[in-house]
């Protein structure tokens, strides 16, 4: 069995439960289907966020490091594989890794560390995070621009560069900001509020949805109160399909190119609601005393993952063109030589040729499955004490089609932060 063949179904059901320790069995189960000799890196992503999921936050930073590291790695390798061998096909080389799984591995991380009461470390990590973001925008213009010029000295026109619109993360920011404001730094947490308010203004195309309103609150909290904020996910980041481009130049030749495209996944999530109720003495919810907030969208995940691949994209589409480009100058020859001769020999390896143009020309569609599509946030001002909240999914018609709960106690000048995620 192939990855091409390969059922996710039983994968896909465990993660709609929210049974994320089930679905990290089943790829453990199945890595050498799913990941084979050159996945390590989407192996330890996948396993990575899917630890976080599971609130399994050292495993998740165990896993979630490696993949980072293994990005790095294989950047330098990559970079020496483009400029040196255009022959080479995407998808048979180690897979590593887009700029928004490996800016998004740190924001994970961050959460991680929130989660284990670290905070120091997990400043660390949103900065990481934000260095990353701004060397993304020039990651692969030398590579394309190296393309390039491999195309056009087998005849083909150069490809413009697109640019990356993603540089600030109102996500990033915020958890940023709430970090802040529970150290005590107010200057601080209001720098990160600004960028918040120019990520919205400067990325309309990736934040294509109004600011939260609740962000203008974090800041405002009386002295004698305190800040539960809610961090929620919904939906799944974007995967990846082959699309083929086939240029005729005659009857016995042509060339394929073979690339991949980024595309959205449905997600029925339109809304999502929480419920704050204190709990007495004995651990019962005083009902009478229920608040319901609604989430907002802060960050479109999906958005950015689109954003970020174009360089990417327009690098592989390149590549492609390059090695279709030679293979078709190679068949081209074996035809030109087999009319001059008469050579039976020489027709039947141009055949051959043209065979294996349209036989190894595929597209990498690997890609990390498990990240969200989008993230949101919420907070409320409460009197310290403990409480039970329920975070609860809907879809466009108003119906509850996931809910979690968790019960905590929310301290006064303390970051008190409820997670949550539903992938539906």
């Known amino acids: 069995m192939t990855l ?55 495993r998740s930073n165990e896993e979630l490091s490696g993949a980072e590291q293994g990005i790095y790695d294989l950047y330098a390798t990559s970079v020496t594989q483009t400029i040196n061998s255009f022959l080479m096909n995407d998808t048979v080389v180690d897979y ?59 005849g083909g026109s150069p490809v413009e ?79 990846k399909r082959e699309e083929i481009i086939r240029l005729i130049f005659s009857e016995d030749l042509y060339y394929k190119v073979a690339f991949p495209v980024m595309e959205k996944q449905y997600s029925g999530i339109t809304s999502i609601d929480v419920m704050v109720t204190p709990l007495d003495n004995n651990n019962v919810p005083i009902e009478s005393d229920l608040q319901k907030i609604s989430m907002e969208k802060i960050e479109s995940i999906e958005n950015i993952a689109i954003d970020t691949f174009a360089q990417k994209q327009t690098l592989l589409y390149t590549k492609a063109i390059a090695r279709s480009l030679s293979k078709t ?57 403990e409480y039970r909240v329920t975070v609860q999914y809907k879809n466009r018609s108003g119906k509850i089609v996931s809910s979690e709960t968790e019960d905590l106690i929310v301290e006064k000048n303390s970051l008190n932060i409820v997670e949550s995620v539903c992938l539906k």
């Open 161 to 239: 560069i697109p640019s990356i619109e993603f540089h600030n993360s109102a996500l990033a920011r915020y958890i940023s900001m709430i970090l802040y404001r529970s150290t005590g730094k107010l200057d601080s947490a209001l720098v990160d509020k600004k960028y918040i308010d120019s990520a919205f203004l400067t990325q309309k195309k990736l934040y294509d949805f109004p600011k939260p309103k609740t962000i203008e609150e974090e800041l405002q909290i009386p002295a004698s109160k305190a800040r539960l904020n809610v961090i929620a996910f919904s939906g799944r980041s974007p995967i």
């Open 4 to 58: 091409a063949d390969y059922d996710f179904s039983a994968i896909n059901y465990s993660l709609y439960e929210q049974n994320y320790e089930d679905a990290y069995n089943l790829v453990e189960a199945d890595k050498k289907i799913l990941y084979g000799d050159k996945g390590q890196v989407l192996y330890d992503l996948d396993r990575g966020i899917l630890s976080h999921y599971g609130k399994e936050y050292l």
């Open 329 to 385: 100058v190679g068949s081209s020859l074996l035809g030109y030589a087999a009319s001059e001769t008469g050579s039976g020999i020489l027709s039947v390896l141009q055949l051959v040729s043209l065979f294996a143009i349209e036989a190894t020309e595929r597209a990498d569609v690997r890609t990390s499955r498990f990240f969200p599509g989008a993230a949101w946030v919420t907070g409320i001002t409460l009197d310290p004490g």
């Open 96 to 154: 590593s890794g887009e700029v928004y799984e490996d800016i998004y591995t740190n924001l994970f991380m961050a959460l991680n560390y929130i989660h284990l009461d670290d905070m120091e470390d997990a400043f660390v990590e949103i900065r990481r995070f934000d260095n990353k973001l701004k060397f993304a925008s020039e990651k692969y213009v030398d590579l394309i621009a190296a393309a390039n010029e491999e195309n056009m000295a087998n």
